[in-house]
T-cell receptor, first 113, second 113 residues
Framework: SQQGEEDPQALSIQEGENATMNCSYK?????LQWYRQNSGRGLVHLIL?????REKHSGRLRVTLDTSKKSSSLLITASRAADTASYFC?????????????FGKGTHLIIQP | DGGITQSPKYLFRKEGQNVTLSCEQN?????MYWYRQDPGQGLRLIYY???????QKGDIAEGYSVSREKKESFPLTVTSAQKNPTAFYLC????????????FGSGTRLTVV
C-alpha cells in the first residue's frame, strides 16, 4: 500500500535556485521522513519531522508538515548540481511504526548548471 | 565505519533458480527491512524483522523468504515462486522503530536471464 505521494514527479531547475517538492499522505502518522536516492544507489536519510512539529531545518533543507492537510513539503535552498537525485517521502505504516516505512514514488530533481 | 553491506551488487538468476541476497549491518540496530524497487517506482516492503529469530511479512512477501538468526544479518531468498523477480533490492536497518531514520545498503540489482 502506498501512503505518501510526491509532487511533482519531476522537477528541473537552474543551479542556485530553490527546489520545492510536496508529499501527501492518507492516514495518521507518528512522523514523516525524507530520503534522497542517487541513481542506482541506496537511499540516504535526510530529515525526520514528528507529527507534533510544523517545521524543521537541516542545513539547506527545510521541511514543513501540515497534519490537518496530511501534507509535507521539502525545500532545498541554493541548489547545487550535487542535489540532482530522486527524493522520497516516507511515513510509518501503523500507529507504532513497527511495520516499516511506506514510501512514495519520488520526485526526480535535476539541477542544471 | 558502521553501515550496511549488501552483496552481491549485481546478480543474475536463471528461471527456476533460488538466489540469496546478503545483508549485513554493524550498527547494532534491532530492526531490519527488505524493500523492492522497480524502475520509476517507490519502494515496496517485502519482509521486516524487529528482533532476532522473528520476522513479519510486508506487502509483497509472496515468492520471498528470510531468516534472522543473528542480529547483524538478514538474508533474503528469492525463490522460483517469485514470477517477476527482476528488480533493485534494498536492505535497511533502524535503531528504533519509530523515531529514527533508516540506514540503507547500496542495493542488489537482480536480473532474470
Amino acid at each position: 500500500s502506498q501512503q505518501g505521494e510526491e509532487d511533482p514527479q519531476a522537477l528541473s531547475i537552474q543551479e542556485g535556485e530553490n527546489a520545492t517538492m510536496n508529499c501527501s499522505y492518507k492516514t495518521s502518522i507518528n512522523n514523516l521522513q525524507w530520503y534522497r536516492q542517487n541513481s542506482g544507489r541506496g537511499l540516504v536519510h535526510l530529515i525526520l519531522i514528528r507529527s507534533n512539529e510544523r517545521e524543521k531545518h537541516s542545513g539547506r533543507l527545510r521541511v514543513t508538515l501540515d497534519t490537518s492537510k496530511k501534507s509535507s513539503s521539502l525545500l532545498i535552498t541554493a541548489s547545487r548540481a550535487a542535489d540532482t537525485a530522486s527524493y522520497f517521502c516516507a511515513t510509518d505504516r501503523s500507529g507504532g511504526g513497527a511495520d516499516g516505512l511506506t514510501f512514495g514514488k519520488g520526485t526526480h530533481l535535476i539541477i542544471q548548471p | 565505519d558502521g553501515g550496511i553491506t549488501q552483496s552481491p551488487k549485481y546478480l543474475f538468476r536463471k528461471e527456476g533458480q533460488n538466489v540469496t541476497l546478503s545483508c549485513e549491518q554493524n550498527l547494532n540496530h534491532d530492526a531490519m527491512y527488505w524493500y523492492r524497487q522497480d524502475p520509476g517506482q517507490g519502494l515496496r516492503l517485502i519482509y521486516y524483522s524487529q528482533i532476532v529469530n522473528d520476522f513479519q511479512k510486508g506487502d509483497i512477501a509472496e515468492g520471498y523468504s528470510v531468516s534472522r538468526e543473528k542480529k547483524e544479518s538478514f538474508p533474503l531468498t528469492v525463490t522460483s515462486a517469485q514470477k517477476n523477480p527482476t528488480a533493485f533490492y534494498l536492505c535497511a536497518s533502524s535503531r528504533d522503530r519509530v523515531w529514527y531514520g533508516y540506514t540503507f545498503g547500496s542495493g542488489t540489482r537482480l536480473t532474470v536471464v
